[in-house]
Each structure stands twice: as C-alpha cells, then as structure tokens.
C-alpha cells in the first residue's frame, strides 16, 4: 500500500496531447480518488485558472475567476496523507524560476514531487503554434510569426511566449529545482504516423495509470487541427470581427463553433508545415536541445530523437498559408457558410419550440392565478364554524 504523498505536476508543453490527458483525468477523477489517485478539479479548467492565477497571467478577463484558485488547489493536495496527486496544464510551462519556486514549495516539503513534461519536435510545434495564436484572435501572417520567434531578443509578445512554453531545456531548468533527476519525467510525442493510440500509452506508463480502471467513454481526443486554407480563413475572418467583438463572444462563436466544430472537421486540406526557409534553423536548434537533455539522466518516455527534425521533411511539398490561392480558401468559406445556415436553422426551431413552452407556461400561470381568489375564499370559509357547513352542503350538491 502507498504511503506518503507524491504529486505529479505536468507542466506543459502545449499542442502535445495536453487536452486529451486532462480530458481523461477529469471525466474519470472520482473513479481515480478511490484507487488513489486525486485529479482536484470542481471544473474542467480548474487547474488552467490555477495556473492563471499563480503566473498572474491576463486572459481576455478569465483571470478575474482565478484569483485563489492556485493557493487553493495547493491546500488540497497537501490534505493528501497518502495517495498520487496529479496536477496538469500546459500554460505552466511559461512560469518564471521564482513561481515555479512559489508553486513546488506550497505543494508541501514532505511531497514527493515529479515533474512532468510532455514534448514534440519544433517542425510540429512551430506551426501548431502559429495556427492556436489564430485561433486566440490573432491577425499575424505565417511570415510574421516566424521572424518574430526568430529574434534574438526574444522582446516582442509572440517570440516571448512561444519560447517560454516551448524551449525545452529553459523550462526543466526553471521547473526541476532540487529534484532528482530521476524524478523529472519527459514523455515525447510520437512521430507522424504512429498507432493513435501511442500517446496516451506513454502518459499511462509515466503517471502510473497502466493498472487502473478508466472509462474513455465520451473523451474528446483533444484539441483539433486546422489544414492550411481554413487557418488562412480564420485569419481572415479575425481582421474583421475582432476588432468588433468581445473575447467573451469569440470564444464560443469563433474559435469553438467556427475553428473547431466547422474548419476542422474538413480533414482533407494540406496540413500547415514548417517553411523550408527556417528548416536549417530548427534542425541545428533541436539538435542542440536533444544533446543537452541528454547527459541530465532525466526518465524518457519514448526517446530524444523523436524531437529531432524528421529526415525526410525538406521533401515534402510547403504550402504557404499568407499565399494560398483564393480558390481553396473561398471552399473553405463556402463549407462555413453551410455550417452558419445549418446552425441558425437548428436555432431557428429550437426558438420556436422554446416560444411554445414559453405559451404553454404562460397559460399555466393564468389559470392558477384565476384559482387564487377561490382558493382565499375557500380557506375563509374553512376557518368559520358556519363556513365548514356551507362548504359541506356545497359539496353534497356537487356529487
């Protein structure tokens, strides 16, 4: 039987199955508390609001929901005497040596704290995180995004982001401190065409859920992916509404019901890829990360050279996003407008129906309301020894 506390922090990185996980671990935290193992969520972005809140990170005004809710989280698992706790989002990869410094201490001295990083080669991140950015109201080209995270200084809003949630040694340096190596955990993200089901085996074996019993009934498999013409779309269609439209309103309009629900279900479209004209770039870069990570006697789960440029990329074929025919981008608008009309037609009866139950109680409250006075009348009468008697003979004529 375990004893003692150990608390698996997933730090990130983004677009690497992070969805997926604490999508499984959510839908199944009551069935894991009773086989010890603790995922303390009231709600299924309770540890993003956690993270928000111990990086004091602004969020289109979610971060108003945060305050608290990192101390918070931090006094549930110190009430663990004995158990796994598991604490997951991918945004603390971005914290700075001194939060992350705040986050391990308030997790309890006498925790044993591993540390959790999932990550996937840059030829895939690069992209991913120019098309999340998209999806989050930005209006910046491919061309753009890529010289931004190409500076040197690192100074702008783009370039500062993407490093500090993706480069991979700063953020084991900023996130290990004074924990053995052996418990530091890397799970890499298996190449393209592996068995779907890959991944989540690799979390299992890291977050020691091999031998539990989890329902994957219902589990969304995660955050979905845009081809190349409707990211351009989408961009598009951001240098219109964005200006216009509060974050509160994108977020379900735009990114859920457009990119998610609409865009990324044509499956078909070329797939965004890294530009040949950085390709040199990234290779030397994650070169050089493989090399480091690799004398730090860190626990690997798949294996460093997945996070090398795979050999073959400079073959394929690069379709360029800021110069996409407007043929192919005009299809996938044509797909959206379908959506839109299928949409505002299911909203359409779903109106009426709900103007009809609207009548239906309507009605309802008339008629108990004309009760009302007879109802008064009749407990009067009741009250009254004379009034008992009009009411019984009242009665007897009405059988």
Do not use: C
């Not at 020691?208 to 329902?215: A, E, M, N, V, Y």
């Not at 965004?272 to 990360?289: K, N």
């Not at 090399?291 to 400079?314: F, I, M, N, T, W």
């Amino acid at each position: 039987m375990e004893t003692g506390r150990r608390v698996l922090l997933h730090v990130g990185t983004p677009k690497t199955g992070t969805s997926y996980l604490q999508d499984v671990l959510f839908h199944n935290r009551e069935s894991l508390a009773g086989q010890g193992v603790h995922y303390f969520a009231d709600r299924f972005d309770a540890h993003f609001l956690a993270a928000l809140d111990l990086m004091d990170l602004p969020w289109g005004g979610i971060e108003e929901e945060a305050t608290g809710a990192w101390d918070t989280l931090a006094e549930q698992v110190r009430s663990v005497e004995n158990g796994t706790v598991i604490i997951s989002h991918e945004i603390l990869a971005s914290a700075s040596w001194q939060q992350a410094k705040h986050a391990l201490d308030s997790l309890g001295g006498d925790s044993e704290i591993h540390i959790m990083l999932s990550a996937r080669d840059l030829a895939r991140q690069i992209p991913a995180e120019w098309q999340e950015n998209v999806k989050h109201r930005s209006v910046v080209t491919y061309a753009e995004f890529l010289e931004e995270i190409r500076d040197p200084a690192r100074e702008g809003r783009i370039g500062s982001w993407f490093w500090g949630v993706q480069e991979l040694p700063d953020i084991l340096d900023r996130w290990t401190q004074g924990i053995a190596p052996e418990r530091v955990h890397l799970i890499t993200v298996p190449p393209p065409g592996s068995s779907s089901s890959l991944l989540w085996e690799r979390f299992s074996t890291a977050f020691g859920l091999d031998d539990l019993t989890i329902d994957f009934d219902g589990i969304d498999r995660g955050n979905p992916s845009l081809g190349v013409p409707e990211a351009a779309l989408l961009r598009e269609v951001n240098l219109a509404v964005v200006p216009v439209l509060e974050p509160a309103d994108y977020r379900p309009f735009v990114r859920e019901f457009l990119a998610h629900r609409t865009l990324a279900k044509r499956r078909d479209s070329a797939r965004l890829a890294l530009s040949p004209s950085i390709l040199p770039w990234v290779e030397s870069l994650s070169e050089s990360w493989v090399k480091a990570l690799s004398g730090r006697g860190y626990d690997v789960v798949g294996g460093l050279e997945e996070l090398l440029v795979p050999a073959d990329l400079a073959d394929k074929p690069f379709i360029d996003p800021d110069t996409i025919s407007s043929r192919e981008v005009l299809d996938a608008g044509v797909a959206t407008i379908d959506a839109l009309l299928q949409e505002a037609i299911r909203l359409r009866k779903s109106e009426a129906r709900l103007e009809d139950e609207v009548g239906e109680l309507r009605a309802e409250l008339e008629h108990t309301r004309s009760l009302v006075p007879k109802q008064r009348a009749r407990e009067g009468l009741e009250r009254r020894w004379w009034g008992r008697a009009v009411l019984k003979v009242y009665r007897l004529v009405r059988r």
